[in-house]
């Protein structure tokens, strides 16, 4: 069975600071990688996915994430945060292939940036 | 092209009553998953149709059932509400990849 960590469920950084945000997974085949970003009130956009290709993934809003398989980890980060940043991130995890594509979420961690 | 939408966006029901939930999938895509979001939680899967079949079912009781039309577009149905079945419900499309685009959900208030 596939499963997230995200450890931390608030955490602040100041505006210009670096933004790490951490996910660890457990799957029993080569797992598929992806980090959402919820709105308030609003439903869940891709920020970025790992799919066995390169491991450091660039998303949008300069984010990105390293796939480490020796620690099983996917951490989101991003060099300097900006205030638009303050939102709820969820790291998921899926093993299925095309047609069979269940996610598996964290319980998320909410971003709060300090002026 | 318009993004996946769902209806109704909010709705309030009481304990026992019965409730379905509409999701019009990304053109071209036809896999359709949903997912159950209680507030402060991740997304909990419930069902995925992909071609009108059934793929996948999540940990969740008989009161839910899900369909998939020819169309691609998908009912969410629950049965017999209960408090708990509070959440923002998700719909999300795909075409393949493992990549899945949502909706901005139903926001269910059961009283």
């Known amino acids: 069975a596939q499963s997230v960590t995200q450890l931390g469920s608030h955490v602040s950084v100041s505006e210009g600071a670096l933004v790490l945000l951490r996910c660890n997974y457990s799957s029993s085949v080569p797992p598929y990688l992806f980090w959402y970003v919820q709105y308030p009130n609003q439903g869940l956009q891709l920020l970025l996915k790992?799919?066995?290709?390169?491991?450091l993934v660039k998303g949008i809003n300069g984010f990105e994430a390293e796939f480490k398989k020796s620690e099983t980890s996917f951490h989101l980060t991003k060099p300097s945060a900006h205030m638009s940043d303050a939102d709820e991130y969820f790291c998921?995890?899926?093993?299925?292939?095309?047609?069979?594509?269940?996610?598996?979420f964290g319980t998320g961690t909410r971003l709060t940036i300090i002026p | 092209d318009a993004g996946v939408t769902q209806s109704p966006t909010h709705l309030i029901k009481t304990r026992g009553q019965h409730v379905t939930l509409r999701c019009s999938p990304i053109s071209g895509h036809k896999s359709v998953s949903w997912y159950q979001q209680v507030l402060g939680q991740g997304p909990q899967f419930i069902f995925q149709?992909?071609?009108?079949?059934?793929?996948g079912r999540g940990n969740f009781p008989d009161r839910f059932s899900a369909r998939q039309f020819p169309n691609y577009s998908s009912e969410l149905n629950v049965n017999a509400l209960l408090l708990g079945d509070s959440a923002l419900y998700l719909c999300?499309?795909?075409?393949?990849?493992?990549?899945?685009?949502f909706g901005p959900g139903t926001r269910l208030t059961v009283l």
């Open positions: 790992y799919t066995s290709a390169a491991t």
């Open positions: 149709y992909y071609e009108k079949e059934e793929r």
């Open positions: 998921a995890v899926s093993e299925g292939s095309q047609g069979n594509e269940k996610l598996t």
């Open positions: 999300a499309s795909s075409f393949g990849f493992n990549e899945q685009f």
